[in-house]
Nanobody, 123 residues
């Protein structure tokens, strides 16, 4: 599985961005997907995850009610809508896939990773 994330950029405090992650392969609809982020000098942290069917989602407490994860299995794409962005959301955002259908926040359980897209929120 190859993953490519895009949609990052520079946005002001309180602004919005929508990240997309396009996946290759025919079995995208059977994969749970996740978004993680890594700020300079910090460990990679969980942001959001979605089950293969899209019916179950999980969020980090820091982004709950501001971010929304969704997927379009027909397009083999997962999205992260980010609203009310804060400077502390600044990081490289990575999408990840696991070859089972149930979602998880644990980074080690994801087998495939995209290259990441930079999100910068200015104050």
């Amino acid at each position: 599985v190859q993953l490519q994330a895009f949609g990052g950029g520079l946005v002001q405090d309180g602004g919005s961005l929508r990240l997309s992650c396009a996946a290759s392969g025919r079995t995208f609809s059977s994969y749970a997907m996740g978004w993680f982020r890594q700020a300079p000098g910090k460990e990679r942290e969980f942001v959001a995850a979605i089950s293969s069917s899209g019916t179950v989602t999980y969020y980090a407490d820091s982004v709950k009610a501001r971010f929304t994860i969704s997927r379009d299995n027909a397009k083999s794409t997962v999205y992260l809508q980010m609203n009310s962005l804060k400077p502390e959301d600044t990081a490289v955002y990575h999408c990840a896939a696991r070859t089972v259908g149930w979602a998880t926040k644990y980074v080690d359980l994801y087998s495939f990773w995209g290259q990441g897209t930079q999100v910068t929120v200015s104050s």
